[in-house]
């Protein structure tokens, strides 16, 4: 004889979650949430993250606003609270242990994206949650989810299995990205920038040359932002409008050098220039070639060692003063050129290395 068991799980689904599904389905945001239910955007977050309790006047509002009676809503809540109580000192939610464990926690601290100051499984998860602008943690796993999966672009299957720390560098360039005012996107205008930027990269200090090239691709409708990847994500570039008029390009300095940093900008640019502008562009290590990812290709050797120069380039035998006197001809640093040439197999990997540009965090 079978015996039935009650199933008893040892995490509990505050009322917030109910909420979020309707706020979903009705593709209502947080902030138009807020405003129908006369509180501020933190107010409603704290009432979907269920830090909140739902009160009978906050039951009736919610009635109003997302239907279902008053009475489901304090039920809903009254049961929420009994189940809390019920798990006592267990944790708070194994399902949240889980997912702050897919995340680059520590570092997401350390590089100053979230300011959190108590180790309890409630605070990082709100945290966490409030970060990423999500109302709950299965909110997350369908938006992260969807963007990883219709990335136009993936990498090495390290870096498919930690798409906590893709998502969070992701975010993160998000945020930066809106935050810098930009003109509406002008693609003819972008394009014809992208030769006097190839002059930045004689500039030796980041210091210097980033602040120019986010100002002049600003004043062309893109936001740049240079965001450190945490570890988990092998990233070294990314591009997706964040709206019609407003593109973000972000790389990660992954690598630390010049030439690198240099042709993956350009790489990211030509997405922007030739790609679907609803698609998200994720490129890393051990790249997997695809007709968008050669496109980008094309036009990123071309922006930098233009056609004229083409025929001139291929003569060239590998030797320092040669690259160097090549590379003052066409405007761009030694050690892009040097990088061009390892590329196409001209010269050994090992090979004039000393010509490129090495940068560091914290100073360069």
């Known amino acids: 004889m079978i015996k039935k068991h009650e199933f008893r799980p040892d995490w509990v689904s505050p009322p917030g979650e109910s909420i979020a599904d309707i706020l979903g389905e009705r593709d209502m945001s947080l902030a138009d949430f807020a405003r129908r239910m006369h509180s501020t955007s933190d107010g409603v977050f704290d009432l979907v993250s269920g830090r909140v309790e739902i009160t009978s006047e906050i039951a009736r509002q919610l009635e109003v606003v997302l239907g279902g009676s008053a009475a489901f809503w304090m039920n809903r809540e009254s049961q929420y609270r009994k189940e809390l109580a019920r798990l006592g000192s ?65 990498t090495s299957p390290t870096f498919k299995s930690q798409p906590g720390s893709v998502a969070a560098w992701l975010r993160q360039g998000e945020i930066a990205g809106q935050a810098i005012n930009c003109s509406p996107w002008d693609v003819n205008r972008f394009q014809e920038e992208l030769s006097k930027i190839r002059r930045l990269t004689w500039k030796k200090d980041p210091k210097v040359f980033v602040p120019a090239l986010q100002r002049q691709c600003a004043e062309c409708g893109v936001a740049i932002v240079i965001v450190r990847a945490p570890s988990g994500c092998r990233a070294s570039g990314a591009t997706r409008f964040l709206s019609s008029t407003k593109a973000l390009l972000m790389l990660s300095f992954r ?31 051990n790249r997997v070639s695809s007709r968008e990812e050669d496109e980008a290709n094309e036009f990123a050797a071309r922006a930098l060692i233009p056609s004229e120069f083409r025929s001139e380039f291929r003569m060239l035998r590998g030797e320092g003063r040669e690259v160097i006197k090549f590379a003052r001809k066409v405007g761009v640093s030694p050690g892009i050129v040097v990088g061009q040439l390892q590329h196409l197999g001209r010269v050994k990997r090992s090979q004039l290395n000393r010509l490129k540009r090495r940068f560091r965090w914290g100073g360069a």
């Open 90 to 154: 267990k944790p708070l939610n194994v399902a949240a242990q889980g997912w702050l464990r897919e995340l680059p926690l520590k570092e997401m601290i350390n590089f100053g994206w979230l300011d959190l100051s108590s180790s309890s499984v409630a605070a990082q998860t709100a945290a966490c949650l409030k970060f990423f602008g999500m109302p709950g943690i299965e909110a997350w796993r369908q938006t992260y989810h969807a963007v990883l999966e219709t990335a136009a672009f993936r």
């Open 255 to 285: 690598y630390l050098s010049d030439d690198h940093f240099w042709f993956t900008f350009f790489h990211e640019a030509g997405h922007l220039v030739l790609h679907d502008k609803t698609a998200l562009f994720l490129e890393g290590e």
